[in-house]
């Protein structure tokens, strides 16, 4: 029951110039399941990425990390959902690289060219024939308004697919940016991963793909949090096709390059938000801000520690303003010389703690209240320096035991 | 559900020689309840203390740490449930050295020779007045041999009381070494925090205790969690009254003081796991233990990422060998530079990945049938090192939702 999302309107999804998307059915765990994802993407195209920083990365992982450092220059992204190819070993590479020199061999391009994405069960051989065996279906499905149902394609156990888009002028011309996503629990039995595709249109620099999407997965993907577990194949992508006809960006603090990060922005916290909203066992969508910290690491730290905690997370589940446990994990937070006499806590506008003492004034109806939203802002000020940062979650349900320990059959 | 504990049988705990404990019915936040327990110690008792981290500490702690400052000669412990008198500011501290001064008096000593802890629902006043007027009939209830009493006294949502109790012979005499503890998550809706307190009547520098109640804890209490949340008011204390009339041990490392520290940290041990054992929902009993790591912090990174990772903690709770998740949890731990290709992963004794893959030989039924047992152990072998490092956990079940997700009345 995903907390305020629905499924994109395929007519609200603005194709990318230079960008086509196909599906097919390759059984590679169920059959009748559309489970392979081609992105073709024309000559000329750049594209830059972030990846899961777990030290057990799958097989595909490592090769989209190979082929990046050969070049930004891509023309294919291949994508199977059912299998992660993780904890594979030297086997789950060679399965990776095969599919890679296949659609290569197909496209009459470089294997390096091609970037392969996995996402499903860990541990268990990748069946890379049976993908094979479907990429010339889904080549010949491939079109440019297929983001809908590619963003259906990538999906495991998400119970809707996320797609975003945005169109912006730059230098008289439109650009756009649409861009998909998916995940639901950051590891499940059945299905890992986290994963999100950006494409734009816009002209630009190459060598500024990698900065921009760093930013992007630093104000999107890398604040979110289901269940704290990092996937061992998360992955995140921007593709520029460069085709919109906008004079190229040559900085990103330009008015131009302001524009497009915007935009770029925009769409990936939208499609990170909307993976909280489908996290498993969602009932709440709640963001956490803490302001006035000395780093913004050290509201990071406070951000996770609220954002992570069993106890706070039930809280939000049961609409309890049980709101000790936020100061506790505050105050567990690792923050060396936090001074809890400075703490003032907020829900939405309710201002609960001053100086890290219950205020007279609080009265429990009034968090009370705000904890039945559905969406719900928890405000920490540190009261200790100018720097903030802003996490997003969800609560901690009996549906999510339920989906995580079902057994995977 | 506690897994494979029981209530402490009175006869097996021997009574430490200088040490009362008495416990009353005040009413603290229930009637007919008892709530509030004095330990009482004679003259010449030292006692050594390790307190939460947590930054938000409740105001007995920072008291216990003020008055532990002052010298480690003690004579009286004072401890209530049902309010944890955290987060309760300054008004906090003047309620719990109301207490502190209140005990001074009836007893005739200074009030820095009191210790207070308190455990119970977080941000609301200490009702100090109801512990004042049951102190009389606390102190009135003082025996020798009611360790089983003060150990159902210091209950909150523990199903069982938890105490443990050995004998050693430390040159030529018989030395007691008694304690007991509480909790059952790292903070409830109403009640948090785990206590422990050991106390043993052996003649000891009482400048050891401090080294020797820390080795305890990092070797026990710092060794368990249940939902990683660090309570405001977690206390350890060890107790010496230095009675039995040993020679006074003057070195840990020495014959007669690895005798002692053998004792204390197996009573340690067994109180720290009885808690685990009583986890909120538990219904497994899970020891993690990482071996082959350059530090042991980095075996403590990974066994902690193991021992926190929700989706790790459903799949015991549902007797599930997802063994994946364990990998990648050992991935995500923080370990920088840590090669996936050199792990070892065992389940008890099934041998399941080596060299980061699952082994050809690993059958499934195996991994299964290890997984449905009430006691698991999980070893990792980093292959890199000589450290090594244990933790012990327990599984996250429905239970644990229903009761952090319980409204706080």
């Given at each position: 029951m995903p907390v305020n999302l629905t499924a994109p309107?395929?007519?609200?999804l603005h194709p990318v110039a230079g960008v086509q998307l196909g599906t097919t059915m390759?059984?590679?765990?169920?059959?009748?399941?559309?489970?392979l994802t081609v992105v073709l993407l024309e000559p000329g195209s750049s594209v830059a990425g972030v990846f899961t920083k777990?030290?057990?990365?799958a097989a595909p992982v490592q090769i989209c990390r190979d082929h990046l450092a050969a070049g930004p220059a891509k023309r294919a992204i291949v994508i199977n959902t059912g299998?992660?190819?993780?904890?594979?070993?030297d086997d789950g590479l060679v399965r990776a690289r095969t599919v890679c020199v296949a659609l290569a061999q197909m496209l009459d391009i470089?294997?390096?060219e091609v970037l392969p994405f996995s996402t499903g069960v860990i541990m268990e051989t990748l069946p890379s024939e049976r993908i094979l065996a479907g990429l010339p279906a889904a080549l010949a499905d491939a079109?440019?308004?297929?983001w809908a149902e590619a963003a259906a394609g990538i999906?495991?156990?998400?119970?809707l697919p996320k797609a975003a888009s945005r169109q912006v002028v730059i230098g008289g011309k439109t650009v756009t940016v649409t861009g998909i996503s998916k995940g639901?629990?950051?590891?499940?039995?059945?299905m890992a991963t986290m994963l999100g595709f950006v494409a734009t249109d816009a002209a630009i620099d190459p060598a500024l793909l990698q900065p921009l999407v760093t930013e992007a997965a630093n104000r999107s993907f890398n604040r979110?949090?289901?269940?704290?577990d990092t996937s061992t194949n998360d992955s995140f992508l921007l593709i520029a096709?460069?085709?919109?006809?906008?004079?190229?960006?040559?900085?990103?603090?330009?008015v131009d390059g302001q524009a497009l990060r915007a935009a770029v922005v925009a769409v990936s916290q939208q499609l990170a938000q909307a993976i909280v909203r489908d996290?498993?066992?969602?009932t709440k969508f709640i963001t956490v801000c803490i302001e006035g910290g000395r780093t913004e690491d050290e509201c990071l730290q406070a951000a996770y520690a609220i954002a992570h905690s069993p106890l706070v997370k039930t809280a939000f589940f049961a609409s309890d303003p049980n709101l000790g446990r936020i100061l506790a994990a505050v105050g567990y937070?690792?923050?060396?010389?936090?001074?809890?006499?400075r703490i003032d806590l907020y829900l939405d506008e309710v201002h609960v703690v001053h100086q890290g003492g219950r205020r007279a004034a609080y009265r429990e109806e009034d968090g009370q209240r705000v904890m039945q939203q559905a969406e719900i802002t928890v405000r920490v000020g540190?009261?200790?320096?100018?720097a903030a940062a802003t996490v997003w979650t969800c609560d901690f349900s009996h549906e999510y035991v339920t989906i995580n320990a079902d057994y995977r059959s």
């Open positions: 309107n395929p007519q609200d390759a059984g590679v765990r169920k059959a009748n399941r559309r489970d777990n030290r057990f990365c299998n992660a190819n993780a904890g594979t070993g470089a294997p390096e079109r440019p308004d297929h999906m495991t156990t998400d119970t639901a629990g950051m590891i499940r039995p059945n979110i949090t289901i269940d704290g096709t460069h085709q919109a006809g906008n004079p190229a960006i040559t900085a990103l603090d330009s996290g498993e066992g969602a937070a690792g923050i060396a010389d936090l001074d809890q006499t540190l009261n200790r320096g100018d």
